[in-house]
C-alpha cells in the first residue's frame, strides 16, 4: 500500500464500521453520505467533548493520540447540529487515517511517498460533505448580511474608543501550523514537539466581529459554487477551486519539516485536482496532520475557531469559549444553581455559562472597570445577536456584571453554589509576587460564599505552585476534586476542580 501502511484493525472504531487505511465505503447509491469528523478541543477536555458528541450527537467519539482532538462519525445531514457543540474549536472531515504510516529515512523518498499518496486517497464523499457544509454556511451569511450595517455602527458607538485586541484572523487560522502550497514562499517553520500553541496567548486575543467574520464567509463561499468532485474542472466554465494546505507536525523521527510536507503534498493536490494555489484567500483547506505515526488527512470545515463564537470586545487575556464551556461542564451546573465568576475579565465564562445554563442564574464580576465594560459591550453584542436570530423573541440572558473586589464580595455568606474562574496567572495580569497573597484571600472568600457541603468551584491558573500553597492552607474548606491539565496560548496551566466542606466559613462584616 502507499506509504507502507500497515493495515490492520481500528482500536475503537468498529461502530464506524472502518478499517485502517480506509475511508468510510463510498456511499451507494440512495445510501446517506456519512462523514468522519475530526474535532480539535482544548487540550486536556477531550473527554468533556467526547462526552457532549455523545449527548448531543448520539456518537461514539475516539480521542485521538495526538492530544486535543477527537473523531466521531455523524451523517452528512447532522453538520448543522456539529457546528453548534460547544466545546470544539475547529472542525474537519477525515479524508483518510493511517494508524501506523512507515515514513522512509531519507528526506526525498519520504517527500514523494507523500506526494503519491494524493492519488490514492479516496476524495469523493469527503468532498461532498465539504460541499455541504459549504452552502450551509452560504445561508448563515445571508442572513449575517441582512444585519451586518445596524449591527458595525451600534459596535462602533459601544466602543467609547477603546482599545481592543488586534484583528488577527488570520494568524488564528494558522496556529501552530506551517502551511504551504505549490509555488508559495515557505513561511516559518514551527515544527515542536508540543504543537499546542504559541507562547503567549494572543491566539485569545483576537478581536472578533460580526463584520469581518462574515466579510471571511462570503469570501470563502464565493468559490463554492463549483462542484469540487474528482475530476478536473474542465467541462464548462466551471470555476477553478483555490486551495492551501497546512501541515501540522510533531514528533522527533520525520527527516522533513513541515513546510516542506505542506508545499510537495500541496504540489501533488494541485496536480490531481488542476485547483489553484492560493495561501490567503483559499476556497478548500486541505489539512495534512502528522502526529509521530499517526497521520490524518483532512478538510476543514470551518474557517476560523469556533471559540469565538461568543466575544466582539477582547481584553490581553480573553478565555477561550470552548475552554469556558469545559471548565463550566466540569462542575455539572443544576437548574436554579447560582454561579459566580469572581474574576470575569472579558466576560468569557459567564457568558457562555448564561448561553449554555439559561435555567441557572450567572453572577459575573472584576475589580477593572476596563474589563467590566468589556463584559458589558460582550452581554450587548450577544443580546443583539439574540434579537437578530430569525424567528426567535430575545427574552434577555440570566446573567448580571459588577465592578467588586474579590477579597471583600458583595454576597451572603453560603449563597452561591458555584463558582468558576480564570484566576491571574501573574504574566500578563498582576504578578507571580502578588498570586501568593492573592490566592490564599481569594479561596478564603469565595469558601465563604459559597454554600458549604454541596458548594463547588472549578478554577483555572498556571501558577500552579503558588495555588497548591494556598490550597493546602485551605484544607479545612476546600477539598480537591479533579485536576484538568490544559494549555492555554502555549502556558501549561491546570483546572482544579473544588468541592466546598461542611466547614463554617469565617463570617464578614455584613453589606445587606
Given at each position: 500500500?502507499?506509504?507502507?501502511l500497515?493495515?490492520?484493525?481500528r482500536?475503537?472504531?468498529?461502530?464506524?464500521?472502518?478499517?485502517?487505511?480506509?475511508?468510510p465505503?463510498?456511499?451507494?447509491e440512495?445510501?446517506?453520505?456519512?462523514?468522519?469528523?475530526?474535532?480539535?478541543v482544548?487540550?486536556?477536555?477531550?473527554?468533556?467533548?467526547?462526552?457532549?458528541?455523545?449527548?448531543?450527537?448520539?456518537?461514539?467519539?475516539?480521542?485521538?493520540?495526538?492530544?486535543g482532538?477527537?473523531?466521531?462519525?455523524?451523517?452528512?445531514?447532522?453538520?448543522?447540529q456539529?457546528?453548534?457543540?460547544?466545546?470544539?474549536?475547529?472542525l474537519f472531515?477525515?479524508?483518510?487515517?493511517?494508524?501506523d504510516?512507515?515514513?522512509?529515512?531519507?528526506?526525498?523518498d519520504?517527500?514523494?511517498?507523500?506526494?503519491?499518496?494524493?492519488?490514492?486517497?479516496p476524495?469523493?464523499?469527503p468532498?461532498?460533505?465539504?460541499e455541504?457544509?459549504?452552502?450551509?454556511?452560504?445561508?448563515?451569511?445571508?442572513?449575517?448580511?441582512?444585519?451586518?450595517?445596524?449591527?458595525?455602527?451600534k459596535?462602533?458607538l459601544?466602543?467609547?474608543?477603546?482599545?481592543?485586541?488586534?484583528?488577527?484572523?488570520?494568524?488564528s487560522?494558522?496556529e501552530?501550523?506551517?502551511?504551504?502550497?505549490a509555488?508559495?514562499?515557505?513561511?516559518?517553520?514551527?515544527?515542536?514537539?508540543?504543537?499546542?500553541?504559541?507562547?503567549?496567548?494572543?491566539?485569545?486575543?483576537?478581536?472578533?466581529?460580526?463584520?469581518?467574520?462574515?466579510?471571511?464567509?462570503?469570501?470563502?463561499?464565493?468559490?463554492?459554487?463549483?462542484?469540487?468532485?474528482?475530476?478536473?474542472?474542465?467541462?464548462?466554465?466551471?470555476?477553478v477551486?483555490?486551495?492551501?494546505?497546512t501541515c501540522?507536525?510533531?514528533?522527533?523521527?520525520?527527516?522533513?519539516?513541515?513546510n516542506?510536507?505542506?508545499?510537495?503534498?500541496?504540489?501533488?493536490?494541485?496536480?490531481?485536482?488542476?485547483?489553484?494555489?492560493?495561501?490567503?484567500?483559499?476556497?478548500?483547506?486541505?489539512?495534512?496532520?502528522?502526529?509521530?505515526?499517526?497521520?490524518?488527512?483532512g478538510?476543514a470545515?470551518?474557517?476560523?475557531?469556533?471559540?469565538?463564537?461568543?466575544?466582539?470586545?477582547?481584553?490581553?487575556?480573553t478565555?477561550?469559549?470552548?475552554?469556558?464551556?469545559?471548565?463550566?461542564?466540569?462542575?455539572d451546573?443544576?437548574p436554579?444553581?447560582?454561579?459566580?465568576?469572581?474574576?470575569?475579565?472579558?466576560?468569557?465564562?459567564?457568558?457562555?455559562?448564561?448561553t449554555?445554563?439559561?435555567?441557572?442564574?450567572?453572577?459575573?464580576?472584576?475589580?477593572?472597570?476596563?474589563?467590566?465594560?468589556?463584559?458589558?459591550?460582550?452581554?450587548?453584542?450577544?443580546?443583539?445577536?439574540?434579537?437578530?436570530?430569525?424567528s426567535?423573541?430575545?427574552?434577555?440572558?440570566?446573567?448580571?456584571?459588577?465592578?467588586?473586589?474579590?477579597?471583600?464580595?458583595?454576597?451572603?455568606?453560603?449563597?452561591?453554589d458555584?463558582?468558576?474562574?480564570?484566576?491571574?496567572?501573574?504574566?500578563?495580569?498582576g504578578?507571580?509576587?502578588?498570586?501568593?497573597?492573592?490566592y490564599?484571600?481569594?479561596?478564603?472568600?469565595?469558601?465563604?460564599?459559597?454554600?458549604?457541603?454541596?458548594?463547588?468551584a472549578?478554577?483555572?491558573t498556571?501558577?500552579?505552585?503558588?495555588?497548591?500553597?494556598?490550597?493546602?492552607?485551605m484544607?479545612?474548606?476546600?477539598?480537591?476534586?479533579?485536576?484538568?491539565?490544559?494549555?492555554v496560548?502555549?502556558?501549561?496551566?491546570?483546572?482544579?476542580?473544588?468541592?466546598?466542606?461542611?466547614?463554617?466559613?469565617?463570617?464578614?462584616?455584613?453589606?445587606?
Amino acid at each position: 500500500a502507499a506509504g507502507g501502511l500497515n493495515p490492520s484493525r481500528r482500536p475503537g472504531m468498529a461502530e464506524a464500521g472502518m478499517v485502517e487505511g480506509q475511508a468510510p465505503a463510498p456511499a451507494k447509491e440512495g445510501a446517506e453520505l456519512a462523514a468522519v469528523i475530526g474535532a480539535t478541543v482544548p487540550t486536556g477536555f477531550e473527554l468533556t467533548a467526547a462526552e457532549e458528541v455523545q449527548e448531543k450527537l448520539g456518537s461514539a467519539s475516539r480521542i485521538s493520540r495526538d492530544r486535543g482532538k477527537i473523531y466521531f462519525e455523524v451523517p452528512a445531514r447532522g453538520l448543522p447540529q456539529v457546528h453548534r457543540l460547544r466545546s470544539v474549536d475547529n472542525l474537519f472531515v477525515v479524508v483518510q487515517e493511517f494508524k501506523d504510516y512507515q515514513f522512509k529515512e531519507n528526506k526525498e523518498d519520504a517527500l514523494k511517498d507523500l506526494e503519491d499518496l494524493v492519488k490514492t486517497l479516496p476524495w469523493t464523499n469527503p468532498l461532498k460533505v465539504w460541499e455541504l457544509n459549504n452552502s450551509l454556511k452560504k445561508k448563515k451569511t445571508k442572513r449575517k448580511k441582512h444585519n451586518l450595517q445596524s449591527t458595525a455602527s451600534k459596535e462602533k458607538l459601544n466602543n467609547d474608543g477603546e482599545e481592543e485586541g488586534t484583528d488577527e484572523q488570520d494568524a488564528s487560522k494558522q496556529e501552530d501550523c506551517a502551511q504551504n502550497a505549490a509555488g508559495v514562499e515557505p513561511v516559518s517553520e514551527q515544527d515542536t514537539e508540543e504543537p499546542e500553541g504559541v507562547p503567549s496567548r494572543n491566539r485569545e486575543e483576537e478581536e472578533d466581529n460580526e463584520q469581518s467574520d462574515a466579510k471571511e464567509e462570503l469570501q470563502a463561499g464565493s468559490g463554492s459554487e463549483t462542484k469540487a468532485g474528482e475530476g478536473k474542472t474542465g467541462e464548462g466554465d466551471a470555476k477553478v477551486l483555490k486551495f492551501r494546505v497546512t501541515c501540522n507536525r510533531a514528533g522527533d523521527k520525520h527527516s522533513f519539516t513541515s513546510n516542506e510536507a505542506a508545499r510537495d503534498f500541496g504540489g501533488a493536490v494541485q496536480e490531481h485536482f488542476q485547483w489553484k494555489a492560493d495561501m490567503t484567500n483559499f476556497d478548500v483547506e486541505v489539512l495534512l496532520n502528522i502526529h509521530n505515526n499517526e497521520v490524518v488527512v483532512g478538510i476543514a470545515l470551518t474557517e476560523e475557531s469556533l471559540h469565538r463564537r461568543n466575544i466582539t470586545h477582547f481584553g490581553p487575556t480573553t478565555l477561550r469559549s470552548t475552554l469556558a464551556y469545559g471548565m463550566l461542564r466540569l462542575c455539572d451546573p443544576q437548574p436554579t444553581d447560582i454561579i459566580v465568576d469572581p474574576m470575569c475579565g472579558t466576560g468569557a465564562i459567564p457568558i457562555e455559562g448564561a448561553t449554555e445554563w439559561p435555567t441557572c442564574y450567572h453572577i459575573a464580576g472584576d475589580n477593572n472597570p476596563q474589563a467590566v465594560k468589556r463584559a458589558a459591550n460582550n452581554i450587548c453584542s450577544l443580546l443583539k445577536k439574540n434579537e437578530n436570530k430569525e424567528s426567535s423573541t430575545s427574552l434577555g440572558i440570566p446573567l448580571d456584571i459588577i465592578q467588586w473586589d474579590i477579597c471583600n464580595l458583595p454576597l451572603r455568606t453560603g449563597s452561591v453554589d458555584i463558582i468558576v474562574t480564570d484566576m491571574p496567572f501573574g504574566k500578563r495580569i498582576g504578578s507571580k509576587k502578588k498570586n501568593w497573597d492573592l490566592y490564599p484571600a481569594c479561596l478564603m472568600e469565595m469558601g465563604r460564599i459559597c454554600t458549604p457541603g454541596t458548594g463547588r468551584a472549578v478554577l483555572l491558573t498556571q501558577d500552579k505552585k503558588c495555588f497548591a500553597k494556598a490550597l493546602s492552607r485551605m484544607g479545612h474548606i476546600w477539598r480537591k476534586g479533579q485536576t484538568v491539565w490544559v494549555n492555554v496560548g502555549g502556558l501549561h496551566a491546570a483546572v482544579y476542580l473544588l468541592k466546598r466542606t461542611w466547614e463554617r466559613a469565617e463570617e464578614k462584616r455584613s453589606f445587606w
